[in-house]
Nanobody
Framework: QVQFAESGGNWVQPGGSVVLSCEATGVGFTFEDYAMAWYRQGPDNQRVLVAGITAGGQYTDYPEFTKGRFAIARDNYNNRLFLQMNSLNVEDTGVYFC???????????WGQGTLVTVSS
């Protein structure tokens, strides 16, 4: 069973930055085999993809609303996924989760997520 532990969420003012981290663990789970992504669950409880990365880390993808502001990275040696979030605005507020990239397969069980609050 795969488990994800997200961390790094915080309260930040508009225009600020936050770095999120995700550790993936599981017996028989090979992190480097999977394309991964970060997702945000907002007040409407909808979970949307905010950044994705291929298994080897060579390619990344972002929706228009995060492009140029967010940067995803991974450390396959330590089974970790990262998200650098810059120029944050109030619409970025939400609980952030890491999981398998939905464009490449079905997601695993979700972790607890980490809360990012953007407000003045």
């Amino acid at each position: 069973q795969v488990q994800f532990a997200e961390s790094g969420g915080n309260w930040v003012q508009p225009g600020g930055s936050v770095v999120l981290s995700c550790e993936a663990t599981g017996v028989g789970f090979t992190f480097e085999d999977y394309a991964m992504a970060w997702y945000r669950q907002g007040p409407d409880n909808q979970r949307v993809l905010v950044a994705g990365i291929t298994a080897g880390g060579q390619y990344t993808d972002y929706p228009e609303f995060t492009k140029g502001r967010f940067a995803i990275a991974r450390d396959n040696y330590n089974n970790r996924l990262f998200l650098q979030m810059n120029s944050l605005n109030v619409e970025d507020t939400g609980v952030y989760f890491c999981n398998r990239h939905t464009a490449y397969g079905v997601t695993f069980s979700w972790g607890q997520g980490t809360l990012v609050t953007v407000s003045s």
